[in-house]
């Protein structure tokens, strides 16, 4: 995941307006008493977020209509807000952290710089995409896969286990992104299954089978397969289902399938949201959390083009994904996960970071 988000930019301007608006409307009406009707517009809250702009403008949009309580957004890498408010703890800004993926969350958690979520709030998530110690809220999903060029490489020439990305015989045809987020709990689920030192050895040989194919972002992976300069990569399932609504079916070359079931490069990622323990605005960033997990929140995600899958069990994603329920992940769980730092110093030992 990058900042600049190019994509989804080009693709939210040229809908001009996303269905999820429209649901979000229609159902605003029906929530609103159990999120606390409406506010005051002097009431305020700062969402510092690495989630996609359009669908975190989406959420905050319809909330704001809802409630009345303005939110002042600011977006940004996660792992660089996580610096950011690790610095401001002298003047803190952020009322509400919103993140592509848990590392970053359980980051602040282990430095106790996060408030307690409203026990309602955290029982409209599954526990175990929750935090461990209750003081984040689970969002959405997403799952990792293979995108690959059939043109270039058949969906049986793949690799089934992520450890098969380093066998040479995949040499100048594969590419991903190390410094993504993203690709961070896959190496900590590598690192988990098989030990640090293979996990070391793997990202060196995946090192020297990219090559050049070592690309800034999930995005340019998913460009670059598809348009035939590499024959795979991996990515999580939502950039080729964005990039198939942006450029249409005809223009799409591309496909996606998964490891092995269980396998560890076949990992759930959990994007999650936090109120700072700093925080002078409690209630109202309470309820914000409330919202992104409301029904009226879950099915703003599931119309969105961001193409996440929400955790609320009665919203399903409109898109035409493997259902949520059928996904068959790596058992690791989000305490095993981490704050992301073993991932953080194999990639930079293996010269990635």
Not at 184 to 211: E, F
Request: net charge negative; glycine share 8%.
């Amino acid at each position: 995941m990058t900042a600049p988000r190019r994509r989804v930019r080009r693709l939210a301007a040229a809908l001009g307006v996303t269905l999820a608006a429209v649901l979000a409307a229609g159902t605003l009406a029906a929530c609103g008493t159990a999120l606390g009707g409406a506010s005051s517009g002097a009431d305020s809250i700062t969402l510092y977020s690495g989630q996609h702009e359009q669908t975190t403008q989406s959420l905050v949009n319809a909330f704001e209509l809802q409630t009345g309580i303005k939110v002042n957004v600011r977006y940004n890498d996660e792992d660089s807000f996580v610096d950011e408010i690790l610095a401001e703890q002298a003047h803190p800004i952020a009322d509400v952290f919103y993140t592509e993926n848990s590392p970053a969350l359980e980051a602040l958690q282990e430095k106790g710089l996060l408030a307690p979520v409203d026990p309602s709030t955290l029982a409209r998530t599954p526990a175990k995409y929750n935090s461990p110690q209750a003081d984040w809220v689970g969002v959405s999903a997403r799952v990792s896969v293979l995108i690959y060029n059939p043109s270039l490489i058949s969906k049986s020439e793949l690799p089934t286990t992520v450890l098969q990305l380093a066998d040479p015989r995949y040499k100048g045809k594969l590419a991903f992104a190390a410094g993504e987020t993203d690709f961070q709990p896959i190496v900590t689920a590598v690192a988990r299954a098989y030990g640090q030192a293979q996990a070391l050895s793997w990202l060196d040989g995946i090192k020297a089978n990219a090559g050049a194919h070592i690309y800034p972002d999930n995005e340019t992976i998913a460009d670059e397969v598809n348009r035939g300069a590499v024959a795979f990569g991996v990515v999580n399932q939502y950039y080729w289902y964005r990039m198939k609504a942006e450029l249409g079916a005809s223009n799409v070359h591309s496909e996606i399938t998964y490891f092995a079931p269980h396998d560890p490069g076949y990992v759930v990622d959990v994007s999650g949201a936090a109120i700072l323990k700093s925080s002078k605005h409690q209630a109202l960033a309470q309820r914000f959390l409330a919202f992104l997990v409301s029904k009226a929140g879950q099915e703003i995600i599931a119309h969105s083009i961001s193409y996440e899958y929400p955790l609320d069990d009665g919203v399903t994603t409109a898109a035409p994904e493997t259902p949520f329920s059928q996904l068959q992940p790596y058992p690791i769980s989000i305490a095993e996960l981490g704050d992301g730092s073993t991932a953080i110093a194999l990639l930079s030992k293996a010269g990635l970071l």
